[in-house]
């Protein structure tokens, strides 16, 4: 049976219109997901939500279960982000050098300007170079703006590659244990994306970035499995969950 309810709302999309889905319930027992572009004439069909949940979490199982690989791709991603982290930080102390420097200069002409007090054609030269070394200060402001946060954004993504590491290392216990909202966190951290196309073809785009070579993690094509192609992208044959019969009164959204 599921061991959690509607943890993919939010990453779960249309493949053939690109809106979310939402999770309802026909004659208060039967879950699943639905389009929200249906409204618009989108014609994906009802996806039972049970279905399709289990298919998530087998193939999030089976792919945990290759530590080796697992252990390659983290250790690839640890690399990256470490070299990221450390480019920008050098980046970011360039352009603060560049801004004392320039900021500096423009002190000192103002200084000059207001000592010496030249004649009307100095004068406006000089204003036309601190117009220069404000518009120079205004660039670096917004560089060094841009650069923090993509540093800041490195940051939380090395910190989120732990947490990757983490819940591949003992994906099921912890699943099992932890509540519905634990439950959600951990899978977004795993899953980057969900994309129904039809009623037997999905695709789960892992957060881990797989390799494309012969550390492939290979997966089975059977009902209600999922066969992986590359980078972390498997598609996968889910049952559909027809509502034919059932009345639009007998149907409650989520």
């Known amino acids: 049976t599921n061991c959690s309810r509607n943890f993919l709302l939010g990453i779960i999309e249309c493949g053939k219109c690109g809106a979310k889905l939402k999770v309802s319930v026909a004659k208060h027992k039967y879950r699943y997901y639905a389009c929200t572009g249906r409204?618009?004439?989108?014609?994906?069909p009802y996806i039972s939500a049970n279905a399709i949940e289990e298919v998530i979490l087998d193939e999030i199982r089976k792919a945990s279960s290759d530590k080796k690989t697992i252990e390659q791709c983290l250790k690839e991603l640890r690399q990256n982000s470490a070299e990221e982290i450390k480019t920008l930080k050098k980046e970011l102390s360039f352009l603060k050098r560049q801004f004392q420097e320039v900021s500096e200069k423009k002190e000192k002409t103002l200084g000059w300007l207001a000592q010496t007090l030249p004649d009307k054609n100095v004068t406006n030269r000089i204003s036309n170079e601190v117009e220069q070394l404000n518009a120079q200060i205004?660039?670096?402001?917004?560089?060094?703006?841009?650069?923090?946060?993509?540093?800041?954004?490195?940051?939380?993504?090395?910190?989120?590659?732990?947490?990757?590491?983490?819940?591949?290392?003992?994906?099921?216990?912890?699943?099992?244990?932890?509540?519905?909202?634990?439950?959600?966190?951990?899978?977004?951290?795993?899953?980057?994306?969900?994309?129904?196309?039809?009623?037997?073809?999905?695709?789960?785009?892992?957060?881990?970035?797989?390799?494309?070579?012969?550390?492939?993690?290979?997966?089975?094509?059977?009902?209600?499995?999922?066969?992986?192609?590359?980078?972390?992208?498997?598609?996968?044959?889910?049952?559909?969950?027809t509502l034919s019969g059932v009345p639009d009164g007998d149907r409650t959204n989520t």
């Open 39 to 44: 409204e618009n004439g989108c014609d994906l």
């Open 138 to 241: 205004d660039n670096l402001k917004r560089a060094i703006s841009e650069t923090e946060t993509k540093l800041e954004r490195s940051e939380i993504g090395e910190v989120k590659i732990e947490l990757i590491a983490s819940f591949f290392d003992d994906f099921l216990n912890c699943f099992k244990e932890w509540d519905g909202p634990q439950r959600k966190l951990m899978i977004r951290v795993v899953v980057n994306k969900v994309i129904v196309y039809s009623k037997d073809k999905i695709k789960i785009i892992l957060s881990l970035p797989l390799p494309t070579n012969n550390k492939l993690i290979s997966l089975p094509v059977k009902k209600g499995t999922a066969e992986s192609n590359a980078c972390g992208v498997h598609d996968a044959t889910v049952p559909s969950f």
